[in-house]
């Protein structure tokens, strides 16, 4: 079945710095692939997504790639902010159509 | 306001006791998953149907666990006898997915925070 490993697992970064978090999947099937984020005792909810067909996508200080060649796909935060300290999981979807989740990164934002 | 709901949000049970946790996905969605999260860890797969039809159950503890899902607006997950090593947050999602895959985001409840002594 599809294996998503995410690293890392804990990230801090000040405030107004960049954060990126990686993910490697390895079902050559998976052509879906969304981030989500958890706060604190809430449920995951998704903040951007992309499929197999494009690159790169934005979402004002959000953006992920992916390099289906190599299997990968990396969520980008620009100018962050200690809200957006919270756990970061990545997902690729399975040939049968399920969603497979990485273990998560908890990202902090030091003020 | 669209949402998936599930009960109960708490449930605090002695060991041996049967559990049943209960999701009503948003309606127009074919596709609902059962997750389970302990520690703030991964969500773990446990079971999932589409148009009502288990696909995948392989996540689970078959020996006492068991899903369902009796009509469109409800699945339950259900374990007899409960150990303390269940004590999780279980989370039910609802999408919709056709033949190409997800077209939309997959939707969780709020979840179910089982703990068993």
């Known amino acids: 079945g599809e294996n998503v490993e995410q690293h890392p697992s804990t990230l801090s970064v000040q405030e107004g710095d960049s954060a990126v978090i990686k993910c490697t999947y390895s079902d050559s099937a998976s052509n879906y692939f969304p981030w989500y984020k958890q706060e604190l005792g809430k449920r995951p909810q998704l903040i951007i997504d992309i499929r197999s067909n494009v690159g790169e996508k934005k979402d004002q200080r959000i953006a992920v790639t992916l390099n289906k060649t190599a299997k990968h796909f990396s969520l980008h935060i620009t100018e962050t902010q200690p809200e957006d300290s919270a756990v970061y999981f990545c997902a690729a979807d399975t040939g049968r159509r399920a969603l497979t989740f990485g273990s998560g990164t908890r990202l902090q934002v030091q003020p | 306001d669209a949402r998936v709901t599930q009960t109960p949000r708490h449930k605090v049970t002695e060991m041996g006791q049967e559990v049943t946790m209960r999701c009503q996905p948003i309606?127009?969605?074919?596709?609902v998953f059962w997750y389970r999260q302990t520690m703030m860890q991964g969500l773990e797969l446990l079971a999932y149907f589409r148009n009502r039809a288990p696909l995948d159950d392989s996540g689970m503890p078959k020996d006492r666990f068991s899903a369902e899902m009796p009509d469109a607006t409800l699945a339950t997950l259900k374990i007899q006898p409960s150990e303390p090593r269940d004590s999780a947050v279980y989370f039910c999602?609802?999408?919709?997915?056709?033949?190409?895959?997800?077209?939309?985001?997959?939707?969780f409840g709020e979840g179910s925070r089982l703990t068993v002594l």
């Open positions: 309606l127009g969605h074919n596709t």
């Open positions: 999602a609802s999408g919709l997915v056709l033949g190409q895959g997800f077209t939309g985001e997959l939707f």
